[in-house]
């Protein structure tokens, strides 16, 4: 119901001033990509393109995409952990080349706050330019450099224009503020040689068999692909859970000796609303190693046409730094990597 009153106000803002509907739309999609509610929107732009032949709403799209790009290339530049820059660079080249800006949203912006207020800000201002000139996209796309012929018009210079902006204002304000982080030696000396339990029973093979390309392809970091056998998860480690995903689909936790994780449970379950899941802690709450952190039913998952993949990421060690224990049909609980540094 969110995302479908979201979509009656983006309507409305297009109807009324295409300046006010690129600073809106172009500044705050990225905090609708962060809840997911964004997917609303989408059919709107769909339909457009199918009756008109075109759609004013891509562009604005494209503009936060650009802006979130921004930012994560002034990140890039202000950053003094190896680790980072290497994120990063990856995150960056997600968005030019596939649209794709979740890695950066999650691995930049959401956990150094600055870039994503940068972000909002460059996609605001490039989106305003954009409507301002009212620049059109011929077909639903994701905004890359790579889908940039989709925007070939009379408008496609504006476009241009406009994601240029996007990109120098939102890295211009990261290289000005600068982001708040710990140096990498003392990060580094937080962490020490750790074992990595099991979380959740299942055949453990390569992450890059796994069906989502993000994950395959490391971009959220490294680790492992689960193909459950039963639908609990369990503490890794003793340590903290982090962050727990609204739609109760992923848990994120740090170690007491800070290696942190993200459990995904599924494949595109966010769009479940939470259905299948039940998670059984809070974030902030400590947690032991072998501990019940939540039930997901893999029959309505799979009922619903998803993946019950279980992707097991650590996303803040290097693939170097990191090894596969175990693979092949395991219990949870049992060594499945180590980080050594």
Sequence with gaps: YLGNGIAWIVNQLIGFNG?????????CWNILVVFGIHWAVNPIMIQN?????????????????????????????KTKNS??????????????????????????????????????????????????????AYAFVFGGLTTIPAFAGPTLIYYVIGLAICFVVSAALIVVIGIDEEPEEKTEQKIL????????????????????????????GNGVLILPSEGNVYAPFDGTVEVVMDSHHALALKSDHGVETLIHVGIDTVE???????????????????????????????????????????????????????NGVQKNGANVLAVKF
């Design 19 to 27: 300046w006010i509907a690129g600073a809106v739309i172009g500044g």
């Design 49 to 77: 393109v199918s009756v008109l032949g075109y759609d004013y709403i891509v562009p604005f799209t494209a503009a936060t995409n650009f802006g979130m790009a921004g930012a994560t290339f002034g990140t890039f530049l």
């Design 272 to 326: 479940l609303e939470g259905k299948p899941f039940t998670v059984l802690v809070k974030q902030g709450q400590k947690v032991k190693e072998g501990q019940l952190l939540m039930k997901f039913d893999m029959k309505m998952i799979q009922e619903a046409g998803k993946s019950t993949e279980v992707p097991f990421i650590l996303t803040n060690v290097e693939k170097d730094h990191m090894q596969i224990e175990s």
């Design 83 to 136: 680790k980072m820059k290497q994120f990063s660079l990856s995150a960056l080249l997600s968005i030019f080349f596939a649209g794709i800006t979740e890695p950066a949203i999650y691995g930049v912006g959401v956990k150094y706050k600055k870039p994503l207020v940068a972000a909002c800000i460059g996609g605001a201002v490039g989106g305003a330019f954009m409507g301002g000139m009212a620049v059109k």
């Design 193 to 220: 040689d750790e074992k990595i339990k099991l979380p959740v029973s299942g055949k453990v093979v390569d992450l890059k068999e796994c069906s989502d390309s993000t994950f395959a392809e490391g971009l959220v």
